[in-house]
T-cell receptor, first 112, second 115 residues
Framework: QKEVEQNSGPLSVPEGAIASLNCTYSDRVSQSFFWYRQYSGKSPELIMSIYSNGDKEDGRFTAQLNKASQYVSLLIRDSQPSDSATYLCAVSGMDSSYKLIFGSGTRLLVRP | GAVVSQHPSRVICKSGTSVKIECRSLDFQATTMFWYRQFPKQSLMLMATSNEGSKATYEQGVEKDKFLINHASLTLSTLTVTSAHPEDSSFYIC???????????FGDGTRLSIL
């Protein structure tokens, strides 16, 4: 059973702080990794994709991947109240469908 | 960007009605589209994977005769919930992907309420 694990939270940080969201996955052959943001009552929105070990930065967001440890994280710098949402980690493998396996999500609260 | 349009955004109808939901990729050709269902405070649940021109692949436990999927072109997939009942009330979300390991981009979702 392929699994993606996230802490459900809520993770509460003050405005302006760095929020660190973590995710582990069980399938060693996973190749593609994604972070989605989902506001309450809305559909998921792609934040970052990462395919190789190391860091990938896009604005205030940095994704980090460590395939040896089967670990992927998302850092949000200068957190804003508008960042308050549920963050979903998603992993896809090598089968022909490239289906995504989603974690259950971490709820982030950014306090003004 | 990659824009996926889903319509309608909300449906309220009587038990026994069939409901069709459309999912369109507006600015790219999607070789694969996916249909998800999400109940309140729960994670996304994949229902089926749809490739253009071929039959959809349903996840275990999803009734293919109840949830009819048609993927007639590289930009359009439809989900029809046949003879819907109150237990089918949920948030249905489609996603589309260009090829292979490219990200999935989600539509805005359809909130289905069966009375």
């Amino acid at each position: 059973q392929k699994e993606v694990e996230q802490n459900s939270g809520p993770l509460s940080v003050p405005e302006g702080a760095i929020a660190s969201l973590n995710c582990t996955y069980s399938d060693r052959v996973s190749q593609s990794f994604f972070w989605y943001r989902q506001y309450s009552g809305k559909s998921p929105e792609l934040i970052m994709s990462i395919y190789s070990n190391g860091d990938k930065e896009d604005g205030r967001f940095t994704a980090q991947l460590n395939k040896a440890s089967q670990y992927v994280s998302l850092l949000i710098r200068d957190s804003q109240p508008s960042d308050s949402a549920t963050y979903l980690c998603a992993v896809s493998g090598m089968d022909s469908s490239y289906k995504l396996i989603f974690g259950s999500g971490t709820r982030l609260l950014v306090r003004p | 960007g990659a824009v996926v349009s889903q319509h309608p955004s909300r449906v309220i109808c009587k038990s026994g009605t069939s409901v069709k939901i459309e999912c369109r990729s507006l600015d790219f050709q999607a070789t694969t589209m996916f249909w998800y269902r999400q109940f309140p405070k729960q994670s996304l649940m994949l229902m089926a994977t749809s490739n253009e021109g071929s039959k959809a692949t349903y996840e275990q436990g999803v009734e293919k005769d109840k949830f009819l999927i048609n993927h007639a072109s590289l930009t359009l997939s439809t989900l029809t919930v046949t003879s819907a009942h109150p237990e089918d009330s949920s948030f249905y979300i489609c996603s589309a992907r260009r090829t292979g390991d490219q990200p999935q981009h989600f539509g805005d979702g359809t909130r289905l309420s069966i009375l």
